[in-house]
């Protein structure tokens, strides 16, 4: 795994190695620029003191100031923008997925946690994928030459001074692991932080409310101090390796002291050969901490990339369900027909079938409704529908063919789908309308804008359809967002429209005008209509009655209320008079949609 990830890491930095490459050669260009300045300043003076001319070294110090900046500033500019490109790649690479992930997987985690992953994981690539790994590869590459020029001075000496290193280093490599995990400990505790506050901010009102201020601070509290207590835990490790590399060097010394001390009084080595060999481990220094640095900034790193990686490998819905096919539509088909049979569905593989062979079919156009108790299973049928999940058994068709064979996108640009909160996105109302259909003209939003009465609230507003609807259309109200949900999906001119409790927050009057609109539509539309308040859909042309995950009636109003008890039930518990079948003069019948035959 620890492998596997540095591989992955490897592979972030892989595409920037060229900047990466030049960075580091201009870094040592500086370098060298700065060690030949004594020499040349060495020559100034000599020259001076000759009284010889001195414009030449003059003219070759500046060269080495000015050429020795510049090109440590262009390797320093050319590392960091190889880091920032790393931290873009992963980030475009995390946004570019997340949204094409099916939604059983995003549902399974946290938002904030998957936002944490975007913001806070992938920064920690910016150094572990360059500065580190660069100190790494050039700490490891230092060593070994030392350490091969150390062999060649004196065998002995050498075997003594590896052993040292492989020691200390055997320990080191116990420590990593743990920087490693306590990093991403951390990482996940700033995840569940990211995932509190998003609870808190999406629920302010509740919150508040509640007075349970006091306590979501707490919990936020407790995320932010377990964060706190991995990122301590690594700082601890990690100094722990940072002193192992004085210490490699310092007992290296030691030993060669007293061994190289030995060998030279008993003539087996020289006193030259053991001078050199103490100036190199005095030179060993720098790599071993260059080379302890980099490790340890790559387990943070590959902590970060393991979390990063866990969304990566998330298959997608490309992944999942293939291309599929673009059914030809019938053309003089007044909408899309659909149908289920026999569907068993269940959210989570050891939970209970939420549809437990639901079968019912509905011809193309026209009003079907869907009623049924709280959690028989509706909303799941729109949901199977728009393929947001696939069934365990049984088959869902939409004009004939299987939503398996059909191609994600061209299913759901055939559907228009109002939930059943209705969101509005933050931004304009228009950016709202037209969020499904970027392409739409002027005259098609006037046209829709007409269709859900919306015109008159546009109008009022002071600056019409650029009105700011606010976070998750917050300005707005709960049957002012149905309307503009509505609106959004006809744009985009369905073959299926799919009404969550699309009434649900309208006062009588909107109720009744948006009945009206629905049935405008089913007439060129096939309409399914899930609804709690049976007044809405009684002039429905079917209405399917479900209960515990089956369709277990299907009729009009009327049929229903003679054959069906738990419809019955429903029509009493809303005030329908069953006994009479009579229907308020609110909830009438738009006039010519007649509720058995195709309008
Ligand atoms: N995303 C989900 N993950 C897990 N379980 C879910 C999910 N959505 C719904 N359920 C469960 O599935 C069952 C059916 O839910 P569904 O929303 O389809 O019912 P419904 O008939 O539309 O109810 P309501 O009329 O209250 O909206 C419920 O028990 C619910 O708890």
Not at 199 to 220: M, P, Q
Not at 392 to 407: A, L, M, P, T, Y
Request: with cysteine; hydrophobic share 45%; net charge neutral.
């Amino acid at each position: 795994m620890q492998d596997s990830a540095f591989r992955t890491l490897l592979r972030h930095a892989r595409p920037h190695r060229r900047g990466l490459v030049t960075g580091a050669l201009l870094a040592a260009a500086g370098s060298v620029a700065g060690l030949a300045q004594p020499l040349v300043a060495k020559s100034f003076v000599e020259a001076l003191a000759a009284d010889a001319p001195v414009t030449r070294q003059m003219l070759l110090l500046a060269l080495l100031i000015a050429g020795g900046a510049l090109a440590a500033a262009l390797g320093m500019y050319a590392v960091e923008r190889s880091a920032e490109s790393v931290v873009l790649g992963a980030r475009r690479r995390l946004v570019g997925r997340l949204p094409r992930l099916r939604v059983a997987e995003l549902e399974r985690r946290p938002p904030g946690d998957l936002i944490s992953r975007v913001t806070a994981d992938s920064t920690l690539l910016r150094e572990a994928a360059t500065s580190n790994l660069v100190d790494t590869l050039v700490g490891a590459v230092t060593l070994a030459g030392m350490l091969g020029l150390m062999a060649w001075l004196d065998g002995v000496l050498f075997l003594a001074v590896l052993g040292v290193v492989l020691a200390v280093g055997s320990c080191t490599a116990v420590v990593m692991p743990r920087i490693s995990r306590a990093g991403q400990e951390a990482q996940a505790a700033l995840g569940e932080l990211g995932s509190g506050l998003e609870r808190l901010l999406g629920a302010i009102r509740t919150v508040k409310a509640n007075g349970a201020e006091h306590r979501e601070i707490r919990s936020l509290e407790q995320a932010a101090d377990s964060a706190w207590r991995s990122g301590v835990r690594a700082a601890g490790w990690t100094a722990v390796a940072g002193t192992s590399s004085g210490l490699v060097v310092q007992l290296a010394f030691l030993t060669v002291l007293g061994l190289g001390g030995a060998r030279v009084a008993s003539g087996a080595m020289d006193v030259a050969s053991l001078i050199g060999f103490l100036l190199y481990l005095f030179y060993l220094v720098g790599p071993v901490a260059q080379l302890a640095g980099g490790v340890g900034g790559l387990q943070a790193g590959v902590a970060a990339v393991r979390r990063i990686h866990e969304v990566l490998d998330l298959e997608t819905e490309e992944d999942a369900y293939g291309p599929g096919r673009v059914p030809e539509a019938d053309p003089d088909a007044m909408g899309a027909a659909l149908a289920f049979d026999d569907v068993v569905f269940r959210y989570r593989e050891d939970g209970p079938a939420v549809l437990d062979g639901a079968s019912f079919e509905v011809p193309s156009g026209g009003l079907t409704a869907v009623v049924g108790p709280s959690g028989a299973g509706k909303s799941t049928l729109f949901a199977l529908l728009e393929r947001f999940y696939d069934a365990e058994h049984g088959s869902i068709r939409v004009d004939g063919h299987d939503v398996r064979d059909w191609d994600p996108a061209e299913l759901r640009r055939t559907i228009g789908y109002v939930e059943q909160d209705a969101p509005a996105l933050a931004g304009s109302l228009r950016d709202n309308l037209l969020f499904a259909a970027p392409g739409a003209t002027d005259a098609d939003l006037e046209r829709v804008l007409h269709q859900v009465g919306l015109r008159p609230l546009v109008d009022n507003l002071p600056e019409g359809l650029d009105t700011r609807v606010g976070h998750r259309g917050s300005a707005l109200s709960g049957g002012q967002r149905q309307r503009v949900a509505i609106a959004r999906a006809l744009l985009r001119r369905p073959r299926l429209l799919l009404l969550d409790e699309a009434t649900s927050q309208l006062d009588a009057l909107s109720e009744a005008e948006l009945k009206d609109v629905v049935s405008r539509i089913a007439r060129s539309t096939t309409v399914l209509v899930v609804a709690h308040r049976l007044s809405t859909v009684v002039g429905a042309r079917r209405i399917l009655v479900m209960e515990n995950g089956r369709v277990r009636a299907v009729g009009s109003h009327s049929d229903l209320l003679r054959d069906d008890s738990l419809y019955r039930r429903l029509a009493a518990t809303q005030g329908l008079a069953p006994e009479t079948g009579h229907v308020p003069a609110l909830v009438s019948r738009p006039s010519g949609d007649r509720p058995h035959e195709p309008a």
